[in-house]
């Protein structure tokens, strides 16, 4: 049978870096292919080959069986290929039917027109194949991150495409927007469209996956059955190792001093009179739904959004804190679920970001910054962390996920603050990454920092948290220990509108 597209022997190398070494892969009509490996192992410049973005530097490219050259996205198109990145490529100022027919907007019989009747006419049927109801005039910026997804998805559909790539596509969406997603791939496999599906989830490719590729270091480790391999197989072939530190954290020390105490927080309907504390050498985990209030929280501790009322202690002080530099000059720092948006400027350095947090304090004179010393402070977070970069002269934007949230970590580390708010720290990043995440995590609590991680991972709150606090509808509905807790008590607090003690 032949395939619908096939690559053999795929060689790509960028300054300093294999990015590729004879790659081979292939995806078959109505199949789903899920492509699986650590940050850096090589997916994402796979696909950004086939979708035209990269040239190859060496290799084959078939597509139905034959031989083709793929210099840009639009040729990519021409043969029937989409591309949905994990980081929608949308317009958000324009209508969904505008953003699916950029470029390609139909005309009236003089030309100098926009046809827009039409125009939603053909975005409303692509919806109705989809099953979805989605008002083709609607502003994509004001539509949530699940239907922008749709219209993505819509986009790639409007150019007949039957090769469809989906790089990490549940990553912002909550179970029933899964479902519903699920639920399109399948529609579309009966059309024959080919799927190949990036992820990181191991649940989802046993639910959706009907074949797994495996890459490490930039090759093809292993082509196998999704749903007759088990996880454990498919992790190993992932990280090329065993994970030895799969347990659960140390438990926190419970006398721990008081680091930070919020009382009465309110703004709004998103956080409805919060009070918590934080120990010094605690993980504290902040368990809820998709617009529980968590992240709110957070943003408002780090003066990043006002609040109505409330009051914030540090370290036994009350503090004022209206703004960002606020809290960071009293060692509170936030690490934000979107790291390439509020944490990083990534096509700045790896020096200039782990030190940009700390620049007053390497100023010579006014105006002139005492480089070498940028520099060493720079190169001394990278190996503390082992962020995995040729060099801290690397634009950022070139690491791979998990050593980009290492170098967050590193500009708050850096600058020295000891309450550390992380909010979905293991987002976007692998397996093997995310045990290094939950390991420097012990390491900053056993240093006697205190850590807050709000995680929409409830296997992951579970493992990494000393104690649990839920939310629901912008309030706190419970606490508990993190020994002992499982998925079903949190579940229970994060679908109850009152607050209950746990």
Same mark, same amino acid.
């Given at each position: ?10 060689d ?76 929608l ?35 409303a ?62 529609d ?67 006398? %721990?001093?008081?680091?930070? =105490? +919020? &009382?009465?927080? *309110?703004?709004g309907a998103?956080?409805? /009179?919060?009070? $918590?504390t ?46 960002p ?75 791979? %996920?998990?050593?980009?949230? =290492? +170098? &967050?970590?590193? *500009? ?5 603050? /000891?309450?550390? $708010? ?8 692998d ?8 390991k ?63």
């Amino acid at each position: 049978m032949t395939a619908l597209v096939e690559v053999q022997r795929l060689d790509k190398t960028f300054p300093g870096v294999r990015a590729l070494h004879q790659v081979r892969f292939d995806l078959q009509a109505g199949e789903v292919h899920a492509l699986m490996g650590e940050n850096g192992a090589g997916k994402s410049t796979l696909m950004k080959i086939l979708a035209g973005i990269y040239p190859r530097d060496s290799g084959d490219v078939f597509v139905n069986g034959k031989p083709v050259e793929v210099h840009s996205p639009r040729e990519a198109q021409a043969l029937g290929i989409g591309i949905i990145h994990q980081e929608l490529n949308l317009m958000n100022h324009l209508t969904a039917a505008q953003n699916i027919f950029i470029g390609r907007e139909p005309r009236k019989a003089l030309r100098f027109f926009l046809d827009e009747a039409k125009l939603n006419a053909d975005a409303a049927e692509i919806f109705r194949q989809m099953k979805v109801e989605i008002d083709p005039r609607a502003v994509v910026g004001d539509l949530t991150v699940a239907r922008q997804q749709l219209v993505e998805i819509a986009k790639a559909l409007s150019f007949h495409s039957k090769i469809l790539i989906m790089d990490e596509p549940t990553a912002a969406l909550n179970d029933a927007e899964v479902t519903q997603l699920f639920s399109i791939i399948a529609d579309l496999k009966a059309q024959g469209v080919g799927i190949v599906y990036i992820t990181h989830k191991m649940d989802e490719v046993k639910r959706i996956a009907d074949r797994v590729t495996v890459m490490r270091d930039g090759e093809t480790v292993a082509t196998l059955g999704a749903r007759e391999t088990p996880i454990e197989t498919i992790i190993a072939l992932m990280v090329g190792r065993e994970l030895s530190d799969v347990g659960r954290v140390a438990p926190a020390n419970a006398n %721990g001093e008081e680091a930070l =105490k +919020v &009382v009465g927080l *309110k703004r709004g309907a998103a956080i409805r /009179d919060v009070s $918590f504390t934080l120990r010094k050498g605690e993980i504290l985990g902040f368990a809820g739904l998709m617009g529980a209030g968590r992240t709110e929280v957070a943003r408002a501790v780090f003066g990043a959004d006002p609040v109505e009322a409330g009051e914030v202690y540090v370290h036994g002080a009350r503090v004022r804190i209206v703004a960002p530099n606020d809290a960071v000059r009293n060692g509170v720092a936030y690490l934000s679920e979107d790291r390439k948006r509020f944490g990083l400027v990534t096509p700045m350095t790896v020096e200039e970001n782990v030190t940009m947090a700390s620049w007053p304090q390497f100023l010579a004179g006014r105006f002139f910054m005492r480089q070498g010393r940028l520099k060493d402070l720079a190169m001394r977070f990278v190996e503390r962390l082992r962020i995995k970069t040729p060099s801290v002269t690397q634009e950022t934007r070139l690491l791979s %996920g998990g050593n980009q949230q =290492k +170098v &967050v970590i590193a *500009k708050w580390l850096a600058r020295d603050c /000891d309450i550390l $708010f992380f909010d979905e720290p293991t987002r976007g990043i692998d397996v093997g990454a995310k045990a290094e995440i939950y390991k420097l995590l012990q390491t900053l609590a056993d240093q006697g920092r205190a850590i807050v991680v709000i995680s929409s991972e409830l296997p992951e709150i579970l493992r990494i948290s000393h104690r649990i606090v839920v939310m629901c509808e912008g309030r706190i509905t419970g606490e508990m220990p993190g020994d002992g807790a499982t998925q079903e008590a949190i579940m229970r607090l994060a679908t109850q509108r009152e607050a209950r003690a746990a």
